[in-house]
């Protein structure tokens, strides 16, 4: 089945840059791969999501790039504010339209 | 709409006992699923279904039950838990047919510990 790895495992920015986390899958049949935001005590909530045929998505501060070749997918956080502090999820849709997660990676804004 | 409901939010059990987690959705989805968070290990994909009546293994089914006899409920049943099934339960769902079939709505978990 497919197989989804995310790097790093926690990312510390200051307060107003950047952060990219990268994610790696297994399986060149996947097409769909969403990105989840968990923020303490709750459950995930999808922020962003991008689909095979494009390269590349944004939404007002986020953003996630594809690259089909490689196989690998990131997300950009820019101007960065404590808000964005939470642990964030990759994922890719498998065969049989299931959904595939990266163990997750915990981004900690500093203020 | 409320969303993905699930409860109960704690639930703390002794080696062997059932229990039923609760999973309700009022936006008549077809997809829905259970998954497992562990610490480092994301989520886990336990069981699924796609309508009622139809249900499936995920990856990590044993030790789990569910059934769908309606649109809106999908219980997983613990029959006889164990202390490697503590963790943090999630309920999710998402529509088969229309314009958003790929995006899951996740509910609040459930937070279970196994004495």
Same mark, same amino acid.
């Given at each position: 089945?497919?197989?989804v790895?995310?790097h790093?495992?926690t990312l510390?920015?200051?307060?107003g840059? =950047?952060a !990219?986390?990268?994610?790696t899958?297994?399986?060149? /049949?996947?097409?769909?791969?969403?990105?989840y *935001?968990?923020?303490l005590?709750?459950g995930p909530?999808l922020?962003?999501?991008i689909? =095979?045929? !494009?390269?590349e998505?944004?939404d007002q501060?986020? /953003?996630?790039t594809?690259?089909k070749?490689a *196989?690998?997918?990131s997300?950009h956080?820019?101007e960065t504010?404590?808000?964005d502090s939470?642990v964030y999820f990759?994922?890719a849709s498998?065969?049989?339209?299931?959904?595939?997660f990266?163990?997750?990676n915990?981004?900690v804004?500093?203020p | 709409n409320?969303?993905?409901?699930q409860?109960?939010?704690?639930?703390?059990l002794k080696?062997g006992?059932?229990m039923?987690?609760?999973c309700a959705?009022?936006?008549?989805?077809?997809?829905m699923?259970?998954y497992r968070?562990d610490?480092g290990?994301?989520?886990r994909?336990?069981?699924?279904?796609?309508?009622?009546?139809?249900?499936?293994?995920?990856e990590?089914?044993?030790?789990?039950?569910?059934?769908r006899?309606?649109?809106?409920?999908f219980p997983?049943?613990?029959?006889?838990?164990?202390?490697?099934?503590?963790?943090v339960y999630?309920?999710?769902?998402k529509p088969i047919?229309?314009?958003?079939t790929?995006?899951q709505y996740?509910?609040?978990?459930?937070?279970?510990?196994?004495l």
């Amino acid at each position: 089945g497919e197989n989804v790895e995310q790097h790093p495992s926690t990312l510390s920015v200051q307060e107003g840059d =950047s952060a !990219v986390i990268k994610c790696t899958y297994s399986d060149s /049949a996947s097409n769909y791969f969403p990105w989840y *935001k968990q923020e303490l005590g709750k459950g995930p909530q999808l922020i962003i999501d991008i689909r =095979s045929n !494009v390269g590349e998505k944004k939404d007002q501060r986020i /953003a996630v790039t594809l690259n089909k070749t490689a *196989k690998h997918f990131s997300l950009h956080i820019t101007e960065t504010q404590p808000e964005d502090s939470a642990v964030y999820f990759c994922a890719a849709s498998s065969r049989n339209n299931r959904l595939a997660f990266g163990k997750g990676n915990q981004v900690v804004v500093i203020p | 709409n409320a969303g993905v409901t699930q409860t109960p939010k704690f639930q703390v059990l002794k080696t062997g006992q059932s229990m039923t987690l609760q999973c309700a959705q009022d936006m008549n989805h077809e997809y829905m699923s259970w998954y497992r968070q562990d610490p480092g290990m994301g989520l886990r994909l336990i069981h699924y279904s796609v309508g009622a009546g139809i249900t499936d293994q995920g990856e990590v089914p044993n030790g789990y039950n569910v059934s769908r006899s309606t649109t809106e409920d999908f219980p997983l049943r613990l029959l006889s838990a164990a202390p490697s099934q503590t963790s943090v339960y999630f309920c999710a769902s998402k529509p088969i047919a229309g314009v958003s079939t790929d995006t899951q709505y996740f509910g609040p978990g459930t937070r279970l510990t196994v004495l």
